[in-house]
């Protein structure tokens, strides 16, 4: 079941960035970061008080008081935990350049290989509390395929290195968003690892623009151009974020991150596939990309699993 819950939330983050980016051809980055996140905070906030308004009006048994495991205060979470949201802000901004400078393909194919490193790296040392999972020879043919099919997938490797190295971040902030909201999720519930990631992404976003310092006639321009954009463009980026950010913190937190990644990975790139077909556009690099990622996981988790001889 989790194999298959994988692949969708990739799907979904294929759908959300490609509301976001038509929200920032029409606003700016800096309107569609506001957005998202004022979205997904009151989306957030409705759940919340739906669950409050639940418990109250469900009748209690007997009049019976929660247990003290229910009560026991619990111990601190670690600084990073409270992060996601913070990274968050950071994907946000390195994607959006690099997308521009260097096209979706090579900015895509960058991506993946940062936050492929970034989980092996994860999981090799096991940071953040995580399980070790030392690097062993057996996987390096998988690895290789799945390196392999991001070079398929970039094409033409051009650009300037600033934004290649742009694009390299914004998979490895992908990377450490999801590790840092999944120990949160594992010790909080995910509702709380959600709801922690918007509110410190949302306060990111208001540091971000007080520092820019908008004039007002650059505010209500941008105002305007996220309402003129529908209701499809200024809230569904948001409300499909929030699920994303579930579902990864979730995934992350019951899977090795390298498999989460190339697992959310392979259904972001099945998603653009399906959208580059609707659109009348056949891209043979991608989907031969996708056919060697897909192909290297396999690999990889077979190997895995195999144990060495003595």
Not at 156 to 177: Q, T
């Amino acid at each position: 079941m989790i194999f298959m819950l994988a692949p969708l939330a990739g799907a979904l983050i294929t759908l959300m960035n490609s509301l976001n980016s038509r929200l920032v051809a029409r606003a700016g980055s800096l309107a569609t970061l506001l957005t998202v996140h004022l979205v997904g905070t009151a989306a957030l906030a409705a759940i919340v008080a739906a669950r409050a308004i639940l418990r109250w009006a469900r009748p209690r048994r007997n009049g019976a008081e929660p247990s003290p495991g229910q009560t026991a205060k619990r111990g601190a979470l670690p600084l990073y935990a409270y992060l996601g949201g913070v990274i968050g802000v950071g994907t946000v901004f390195t994607s959006t350049y690099s997308y521009g400078a260097l096209g979706a393909s090579l900015a895509v194919a960058l991506g993946l290989i940062g936050q492929t490193t970034f989980s092996l790296a994860v999981d090799a040392m096991g940071a953040f509390g995580r399980q070790r999972r030392p690097l062993a020879w057996r996987r390096f043919p998988g690895i290789a395929l799945i390196a392999a099919g991001a070079a398929c997938m970039a094409g033409n490797w051009r650009g300037d290195l600033p934004a290649i190295a742009a694009a390299f971040l914004s998979g490895s902030f992908v990377g450490a968003s999801s590790v840092f909201n999944s120990r949160m999720g594992r010790e909080r519930g995910l509702l709380r690892a959600t709801g922690t990631n918007y509110l410190t992404g949302l306060s990111t976003a208001l540091v971000v623009i007080a520092f820019t310092a908008p004039k007002p006639a650059q505010f209500r321009a941008a105002a305007d151009a996220v309402l003129s954009a529908g209701p499809v463009f200024a809230l569904g980026g948001g409300l499909m974020g929030v699920v994303a950010v579930g579902a990864m913190s979730f995934l992350f937190a019951r899977l090795p991150a390298f498999a989460a990644t190339i697992l959310s990975f392979a259904g972001q790139s099945l998603c653009g596939l399906a959208l580059d077909a609707a659109s009348g556009i056949v891209n043979t690099g991608k989907i031969a990309g996708t056919v060697l990622v897909v192909l290297g996981l396999g690999l990889d988790m077979a190997l895995s699993a195999r144990r060495p001889r003595c």
